[in-house]
C-alpha cells in the first residue's frame, strides 16, 4: 500500500519536470522546444534545387501564422551563410562544445538571431525569429532551443 503514493510522487515530479518542452531528434541531430510549441515542418530538398541547406526542421508557436518560430538547418558543405549587412549583434558563442558565431538583425519587421556552428557532422544554423516587438520576450524559447542543440556521434 505505502507503493502506490510513492509511485505517485514519483510521476509527479517526472512529469513536471519533463512538461516545459518537447524534443525534436533524427537520425543526426537532437534540440528541444518549448511544450506549447508545434512541429511545423521538416524539408529535405531535391538535390535539383539550390539551397543552403540539406534540410531544415522549423517549430513555432502555436497559431500557425509563423510569426515567431525557430528553423534549424544542416548547412551544406558548400555554403557559407551571408551575414547580413544591417547587423544589430554579432558574437562568438560555444554551444554544447560546438564553436560558432551568433548574429542579429531586422527583417521584414521581425528580428532574427542566426546561430551558425561547426560539428563533427558538418555546419548547422539555427535561426530564430519573431516579430520586434516580441523578440526579447521569446529569448528563452530561443535559447531553449540553440542551447539543447547537439548532434549524435
Not at 6 to 19: N, R
Not at 31 to 38: I, K, L, M, V
Not at 42 to 51: D, L, W
Not at 137 to 147: G, S
Amino acid at each position: 500500500m505505502r507503493l502506490i503514493p510513492i509511485l505517485f510522487l514519483i510521476v509527479v515530479s517526472v512529469s513536471c519536470c519533463t512538461t516545459g518542452y518537447r524534443v525534436f531528434e533524427n537520425h543526426e541531430i537532437i534540440f528541444h522546444y518549448p511544450a506549447s510549441w508545434r512541429q511545423v515542418s521538416f524539408i529535405k530538398p531535391p538535390y535539383e534545387v539550390e539551397r543552403g541547406y540539406e534540410y531544415a526542421v522549423t517549430v513555432s508557436e502555436p497559431g500557425g501564422d509563423l510569426r515567431t518560430m525557430v528553423t534549424v538547418e544542416k548547412l551544406r558543405a558548400d555554403y557559407r551563410f551571408p551575414a547580413p549587412d544591417n547587423l544589430t549583434g554579432e558574437r562568438n558563442v560555444t554551444v554544447n562544445g560546438y564553436r560558432g558565431v551568433e548574429f542579429i538583425y531586422p527583417e521584414n519587421g521581425s528580428m532574427v538571431r542566426v546561430t551558425v556552428m561547426v560539428t563533427p557532422r558538418g555546419r548547422y544554423a539555427v535561426i530564430c525569429r519573431a516579430d520586434k516587438d516580441d523578440f526579447e520576450m521569446e529569448k528563452e524559447n530561443f535559447d531553449l532551443v540553440t542551447y539543447s542543440f547537439r548532434v549524435k556521434q
